[in-house]
Every structure is written in C-alpha cells, then in structure tokens.
C-alpha cells in the first residue's frame, strides 16, 4: 500500500520532527525513522499490519496513520489483485422510484458481487420487490417498518459476504466509486470506510445550498475517523463494513433512529478497529426538495447528541478547549483585549520553553493558532447549540449583544469560505448565509430538544483541557 501526508503536516528538522494530524501533536523520529518516513512519502510501498511496536517501520506506520499524519494512498489504483467480493445492502421504505435510479447506477458502475434491498414495512410490499427483481437483486421484506438502522443490520446479516457496501436508497454511485473502498481492506485494523457525498443537483435555493453546504460532505482530504478529530464520524449514506468486525460490536443499535451510524462507528474505534473517510470514492446524494424538509432533517440529526452522549459520554460537546482559551476569549468578551493578549503571549512563551524540538517562531505561531481556532469553534457554538442562551443575553446586555454579533459574523466568514471548497466561492449563491444559519438553529434546537427529552445536558455544556 502507498501513502500520502496529510495536509496540515510540517515536516521539520529533516524529518526528525513532524507537526499535524488530528488533534495536532507534535511526533519525533530516530534518523532511521525519518529515513524510513521520507521513503513513505515518496510513494514506497509499504506493508500494513498489526505487528511490531513504535521503535519498527511497522508499528511506526501504524502510530502515523492512528495519529492522523498519513493516509492510505488508494487513489494511485485498483486494489490489488483477488479483491474481496462484495455485497451492498439498500435500505428503503416507500421510495421504488429512488431505489430503480440507484440500481440502476450499481449496475452501470458494475464491480459489485451480490445487491440486497431490505423493504422496511413499505406500503406497497410488491413496489421493491419488482424493482429489485428487474436488476437482479434480491429483496427482504419487513412487516413492520423499524428504521433505517433495523433495515440495514437485517441485509448486513443475510449478506453472502463479509465485505458489506450500505447504501442509502436516494444516493447514486459512478463508476470508480467502489474500488477506493475496497483497497482500504488492505489494512487487517479497516473496519468501515465512508465515501465523500456530495448533494446532487436539484431546484431551489435548498438543493443550491446543498451543493456547498450539505452536513453529509465531510471534505475532499482523506481522514481517519475518530471522535474529537476533524472527521468524527462518515454518513451511513455509503458506507463500507467489515462485517466480522460489525458482528464482533453487536452491529447498528437498532434503539437510535438517529446517530446509528456515529454510533457504531465509535464502538468500532473504542473496539481497537479503525475507520477512514475515503474522499476519492464519490456519490452523490439527492437533496432535500423543500426548506421545511432540510430544517426538520436537521432538527432530527441534533435530538441525536443527547443519545450519543450516554452512549459516549463527552464525546459531542459545543466547544472544546483549553482553560487558557477560555480565559482569553472571556477577557476578550468584557472588554479587556489588552489583558487577553498578555495572557496569550505568556501561554506561547511557557510553550516555547518546552523541549518540544519545534523552532521558537512555530511553537509560538502553534500557540496563537490553538487560541485563534478556539475563539472560531466558540463562535459556531454560539450561534449553533448555545443560540437559545446568546440571544437572551444579547436581549439584556449590549456588551453581550456586540459578542453575539461577532459571533455571527465570524461564523457566517467561517461557513462562506468552507462553501468554496467543492466550488469557485464567486459561484456560491448568496443563499448559503441565511441557509446557512438557519441550519444551525435548526441543529441547535434539535441538541437542546433531546436533551429535554432525555434529561442529560452533556451536549450542552464545554469540555475545558488543562
């Protein structure tokens, strides 16, 4: 398998010293590691197992992919020869016209060995049978409609095979979209790949939106997936499994009619299993056709965290960061900046102290950062889970509604110029900031009304570091 470097990493001190991944630390190597690491990087193929520790070339490989600092290169190829067979399982309810297009789209594609369409308690029991029939599929069929997690753990267990491709019934595939899954199976740890969805087109200022904005497109860089990282979870939309690994974990939690994917995915980790997200692979996926329809999705998708957070707990808080920051943007928020910046200058200076083998000017650049980053992740958090307690405190104080509106804008920035990434930012309709907002009170509302529901505030309140 060959790799490549993650883009925020800084390759300092001839290698010796490397800086990024996700969270961003900080990893040294012997000279025959960075000798060893440079070859990495020029496209060497190296071998991925389970074997050895951190002082050889394997346990090494292994503590750089787990650290986020390299990935797995699968876009230079097929996977190698003899290839697992696949099954994709599809789980629908009432959708016979989305479940043809998708079949339609895996048999163009081609590549895959066996296709299951679990029927959730549709209205019409016949409607996917037929369909199914006429592509060649099989079809199981549920009396009694229990979600998507119930629908896909049935057709996981009834798959002739252990490499197992879930796909959602309003998704289609390309050709290409298989074959970057599959390569990651070269990794004995690989237990679930997620592939890079995009929202497909559509009228309406929703679908535009979507295309720039959609929650199910996690990013065009590859990622391992773990919580507290810049990929926490992949969409169930597209999902490759190791189904020996999903049976080893109990599989979906059938009880999650929301989150069952972010769910699983953490049990896999906490398992010792690792999950990627594989951008090379892309789908795309239909956007919701109407504005009550995405700000209900989104509602729904936030009643998720309180379940999440006994399941995991303190996995899904607002904002995360250090007691330093919070400090900072505290001093900064009353009006006292002058203060805030000498706080912040000394945090770099105890840093910079530190026998880190980073050069002065980056452990110092690293510390503004870290403060910086914090100050942006505290504005999503205020005008996405903490709107209901900004808005009432901007209502009773103006020095709270100046840190509101701040907030606002910093968010607004924030969003406007992640809208660029799938597009050039010129073509990104105007729509996407008040679409964008609105998102995220929907989002808000629905942490805030799960947790109501389930009496467990953890979703709600900060995680501070020391």
């Known amino acids: 398998m060959r790799f490549r470097v993650d883009p925020s990493l ?19 190597l012997t000279d025959a590691g960075a000798r060893w690491f440079g070859g990495v990087v020029s496209g060497a193929d190296q071998p991925v197992s389970d074997d050895g520790d951190g002082a050889t070339a394997p346990g090494l490989l292994r503590r750089l992919l787990d650290s986020g600092v390299v990935h797995p290169d699968v ?3 097929a996977p190698s020869v003899g290839s697992p067979p696949c099954s994709v399982v599809v789980p629908v309810r009432d959708r016979p016209e989305d479940l043809e297009a998708l079949l339609v789209s895996l048999r163009d594609a081609g590549g895959v060995d ?18 199914a029939e006429r592509a060649g599929a099989r079809c199981l069929r549920r009396e009694a409609p229990g979600g998507p997690a119930v629908a ?4 996981i267990r009834a798959a002739a095979h252990d490499t197992v491709v879930v796909v959602d019934s309003d998704v289609r595939v390309a050709d290409g979209w298989l074959a970057p899954l ?3 199976l070269e990794d004995p740890r690989v237990a679930a790949v997620g592939a890079r969805v995009l929202s497909g087109p559509g009228p309406g200022a929703v679908a535009a939106y979507e295309l720039t904005g959609s929650p199910l497109d996690l990013g065009p860089d590859p990622a391992r997936v773990a919580p507290g990282t810049r990929v926490a979870y992949v969409p169930s939309a597209t999902l490759l499994i190791r189904r020996s690994a999903y049976l080893e974990v109990g599989g979906f939690d059938g009880d999650l009619r929301f989150g069952e994917d972010v769910d699983l995915e953490w ?12 951008p090379s692979s892309v789908v795309t996926h239909r956007p919701r056709p109407h504005l009550r329809a995405f700000l209900r999705q989104r509602h729904e998708y936030g009643t998720s965290a309180a379940a999440l957070d006994e399941r995991h707990p303190g996995s899904v808080p607002p904002w995360r960061a250090s007691r330093w920051s ?13 203060v805030a910046a000498l706080v912040a200058a000394g945090t770099a200076v105890v840093f910079v102290r530190r026998p880190t083998g980073l050069p002065p000017a980056t452990a110092a650049g690293l510390v503004v950062r870290g403060h910086l980053g914090a100050g942006r992740s505290l504005a999503r958090a205020l005008v996405r889970t903490w709107w209901p307690v900004a808005l009432a405190a901007s209502l009773v ?17 924030d969003r406007w110029r992640a809208a660029g990434t799938p597009a050039p930012l010129g073509t990104v309709p105007f729509s996407t900031v008040p679409l964008g907002l609105l998102d995220d009170v929907a989002y808000g509302t629905g942490v805030w009304t799960g947790c109501w529901r389930r009496r467990r505030w953890g979703p709600l309140l900060p995680v501070l570091d020391p």
């Open 397 to 413: 104080s103006r020095r709270a509604r100046r840190a509101v509106v701040a907030a606002v804008v910093v968010a607004v920035a």
């Open 152 to 155: 896909r753990d049935a057709g």
């Open 75 to 77: 876009s230079v190829g």
């Open 114 to 131: 066996e296709i299951l369409v679990v029927d959730d308690g549709s209205r019409d029991a016949g409607a996917h049978r037929r369909v």
């Open 326 to 338: 919070l400090l900072i943007w505290v001093l900064v928020a009353i009006g006292l900046p002058g």
């Open 267 to 278: 049990r896999l980790i906490a398992a010792g299993w690792s999950v990627r997200h594989e």
């Open 182 to 184: 599959l390569a990651h």
């Open 10 to 28: 800084r390759r300092l001190d001839g290698d010796r010293v490397l800086l990024g991944g996700s969270p961003l630390r900080v990893l040294r």
